[in-house]
């Protein structure tokens, strides 16, 4: 089975600038969550989306959105980009009852 | 607050010694946790789990516990291997939800 992919893998943008990063799960995963990994703060989860609804929503502002298409595909969006937004995002998927997240590659995303 | 701790940033073993990670938590909802193993501009790679219901679980060279009452699990790798040398997070998680992750540990493995 393929794994996580996400595209694309780098990205440098302005402040003020929006971005969207995809993601596409593993083959017959319906929940798809995003993280975002910084030096400072960690891992941090941002959303789960499971079946086209976001199921839980982490604590980032609501510059931060997302969406998951019909074929579990994932898109995550972030408007008026700032510098602390510089970071690796991440998602993962699984099985929508499992407990082990597969991770992606990552999206590492330079705001100037 | 952090309720996934890993409180030694960095570890050193020699190859072919036991590398003993460890993690701590404080929400007692958790009932799900596992390891997972990060290498530089890649993402996490799961290693193993463990249900809050067991003590004990192995995979080849992997065996995590948890100590439930001290409210601490371990991921033992034996024997180290060079490849073995990456970041290593602990994560938790209460009904599969969102995984609350330490801050990961360094581990080297010195051949």
């Known amino acids: 089975k393929a794994g996580v992919t996400q595209t694309p893998r780098y990205l440098i943008k302005t402040r003020g600038q929006q971005v969207t990063l995809s993601c596409s799960p593993i083959?017959?995963?319906?929940?798809v969550s995003w993280y975002q990994q910084t030096p400072g703060q960690g891992l941090q989860f941002l959303f789960e989306?499971?079946?086209?609804?976001?199921?839980n929503k982490g604590n980032f502002p609501g510059r931060f959105s997302g969406r998951q298409f019909s074929n579990s595909r994932s898109e995550m969006n972030v408007s008026t980009l700032e510098l602390g937004d510089s970071a690796l995002y991440l998602c993962?998927?699984?099985?929508?009852?499992?407990?082990?997240?597969?991770f992606g590659p990552g999206t590492r995303l330079t705001v100037l | 607050d952090q309720q996934v701790k890993q409180n030694s940033p960095s570890l050193s073993v020699q190859e072919g010694r036991i590398s003993i990670l460890n993690c701590d938590y404080t929400?007692?909802?958790?009932?799900?946790f596992l390891w997972y193993k990060k290498y530089p501009a890649e993402g996490p790679t799961f290693l193993i789990s463990?249900?809050?219901?067991?003590d004990k679980n192995e995979d080849g060279r992997f065996t995590v516990f948890l100590n439930k009452s001290a409210k601490h699990l371990s991921l033992h790798i034996v024997p180290s291997q060079p490849g073995d040398s990456a970041v290593y997070f602990c994560?938790?998680?209460?009904?599969?939800?969102?995984?609350?992750f330490g801050a990961g540990t360094i581990l080297r493995v010195k051949s």
């Open positions: 994560a938790a998680t209460v009904y599969g939800n969102k995984l609350v």
């Open positions: 993962a998927s699984k099985q929508g009852a499992g407990n082990e997240q597969f």
């Open positions: 083959s017959g995963h319906r929940s």
């Open positions: 929400n007692s909802m958790f009932d799900y």
């Open positions: 989306y499971f079946s086209e609804t976001q199921r």
């Open positions: 463990i249900s809050s219901i067991k």
